[in-house]
């Protein structure tokens, strides 16, 4: 089993940046891949960026150049937001597939207010 825990929303101005955080309760290189997703409201949850064991990383078109995903080996991922707009705003949330299981955390709020 294996927790994760978000941390670093908050509210800002439109251009301004924010840097998520999910902490792991084990080696974050165990899991297979990680990811951020976000959920607006009335809106499905929607996958913004992956970062997989190796390394390698991804993301939706809607951030690509704004966002990045990165992981530390103190167990921790991170999502650097830069340039925000006012339709980033959703709650985000961090993910990671452990074999056959796919954990998340609680969620961070991101508004970025005009």
């Known amino acids: 089993q294996a927790q994760l825990a978000e941390s670093g929303g908050g509210l800002v101005q439109a251009g301004e940046s924010l840097r998520l955080s999910c902490k792991a309760s084990?080696?974050?290189?165990?899991?297979?891949?990680m990811g951020w997703y976000r959920q607006a409201p009335g809106k499905q949850r929607e996958l913004v960026a992956t970062?997989?064991?190796?390394?390698?990383t991804d993301y939706v078109d809607s951030v690509k150049g704004r966002f990045t995903i990165s992981r530390d080996r103190a167990n921790t991922m991170y999502l650097q937001m830069r340039n925000l707009k006012v339709e980033d705003t959703a709650v985000y949330y961090c993910?990671?597939?452990?074999?056959?299981?796919?954990?998340w955390g609680q969620g961070t709020q991101v508004t970025v207010s005009s």
């Open positions: 084990q080696n974050i290189f165990n899991f297979k891949v």
């Open positions: 993910s990671g597939g452990l074999g056959s299981v796919v954990y």
């Open positions: 970062i997989t064991a190796g390394g390698s």
